[in-house]
């Protein structure tokens, strides 16, 4: 009967902030109306030709340029190539390639299809040819930009046996092994310079570059990453709280708060890093559908936890100290799951090894600086608002409410690949 009551308490708790929870629900969806976009680019450098390939996803061209012609619904390889010179003319209007001063002409080669994360792709194959040798190249990326803020394109350059000149002996040629490089392009970062490797420079700068990309790529992918802000966020609204039988009391100290914090967070980096690790190695390789799916799942069991605080939580500080084994097991657990979410997008670039490990760990860094970050932002107002009622019975189950609400309709989308949720 306690159960029951207590169960009943919650109910009427949330139904008191109902117009809350509308109003979110009807804003939430025009924060973002749109699915996030990759495109992956591919760049093969001799002594004076480029080989370019762009994959870019067909259902992002069929918002740009409405590549179905017969208007049913159904986009066939006819309507593609139809509308093969359209789309030649949409890239080459929105992607250069210059060698020092000299603008290459980009010819385009017959379009193919490729699949990309289980995402059918366009992939457009382009050839150039260079008066000088190729030294220096500057890439300009605009694709799709101007229609989603969020679209990144990610980029591996193989410079392939270079002829470049030598700078301790003017007037005669080396011959380099291939070097690489990776990188990402953004809205904020459309354009990237390479140089050719000289033989002394060791492709050190681009390869910094990369990684700074590729960090701040990881700091943006937390604070615009919705399915990940809000596990972080069912993780934190119990912190600053602990269970006292069915109900919720403040801690006392901040420092409580703050080491259960820490315990959680580290568990969830170190997890986070195990599963970057792995797919660096090539060990792992989850299909993106299963682990978008679990993703949101994880979303969902998180959130349903801080409603009935008579089940301890993850995130909980009870009357006795937690032990660690109990605080960090689902943080853990999840955190290996979240973890191959960006790898498996860098992971279609063909990369192996080193070239695959340097962007892993650069996007890991910016991840946990922008959880980081997110921490410092919420705990000390958490914890200022914690000792009264629009917190406890207003802000923690209103929120983790909501947060399971919109996380279960991501698992129904994902895995029944519905896609009726807008972001």
Not at 336 to 356: C, K
Request: hydrophobic share 50%; charged share 15%; with cysteine.
């Amino acid at each position: 009967m306690r159960r029951i009551a207590a169960i009943t308490s919650r109910i009427k708790t949330v139904a008191k902030y109902w117009r809350w929870v509308l109003l979110l629900l009807v804003v939430a969806p025009e924060v973002q109306a749109h699915r996030s976009s990759d495109a992956w680019l591919q760049l093969t450098v001799t002594n004076r030709s480029v080989t370019l390939q762009l994959d870019l996803a067909l259902k992002d061209l069929e918002g740009v340029l409405g590549l179905d012609t017969s208007d049913d619904g159904k986009l066939t390889w006819a309507d593609l190539r139809r509308r093969e010179p359209d789309l030649n003319d949409y890239v080459t209007r929105r992607l250069t390639l210059t060698n020092a001063s000299e603008r290459l002409i980009l010819v385009p080669e017959p379009l193919r299809l490729v699949n990309h994360e289980e995402v059918v792709c366009a992939s457009l194959l382009f050839t150039t040819e260079a008066v000088a040798p190729l030294t220096q190249l500057t890439l300009t990326y605009r694709c799709l930009f101007d229609l989603d803020p969020q679209h990144r394109a990610l980029i591996n350059v193989q410079w392939s046996g270079a002829r470049v000149a030598d700078v301790t002996a003017p007037g005669t040629d080396q011959l380099l092994a291939a070097e690489s490089f990776t990188g990402l392009l953004s809205p904020a970062s459309p354009s990237v310079n390479l140089v050719a490797p000289s033989g002394r420079s060791g492709g050190g700068s681009e390869a910094s570059r990369g990684l700074a990309q590729f960090f701040v790529e990881g700091v943006h992918h937390i604070w615009s990453g919705y399915d990940h802000l809000l596990f972080l966020a069912a993780l934190l609204l119990p912190a600053v709280l602990r269970r006292s039988g069915a109900d919720w009391q403040p801690v006392e100290r901040f420092r409580d708060a703050w080491m259960v914090v820490l315990k959680v967070v580290t568990a969830f980096t170190l997890a986070h890093s195990l599963t970057l690790a792995l797919a660096a190695l090539g060990l792992a390789r989850p299909p993106s559908r299963l682990i978008e799916s679990a993703i949101a799942a994880s979303v969902v069991y998180a959130a349903v936890r801080n409603l009935w605080p008579a089940r301890p939580g993850p995130m909980d500080a009870p009357t006795r100290p937690p032990t660690t084994r109990r605080v960090i097991t689902i943080p853990f657990a999840f955190g290996l799951i979240h973890g191959f979410g960006f790898a498996n997008a860098l992971g279609e670039l063909g990369l192996t090894g080193t070239a695959l490990a340097a962007p892993l760990v650069g996007f890991n860094l910016g991840v946990e600086t922008g959880q980081l970050a997110a921490v410092a932002v919420f705990l000390p107002a958490a914890f200022a608002l914690r000792r009264t009622s629009f917190y406890r019975r207003g802000v923690l189950p209103v929120g983790s409410g909501l947060i399971a609400v919109t996380a279960t309709a991501w698992l129904v989308d994902r895995a029944f690949e519905l896609r009726f949720m807008p972001f």
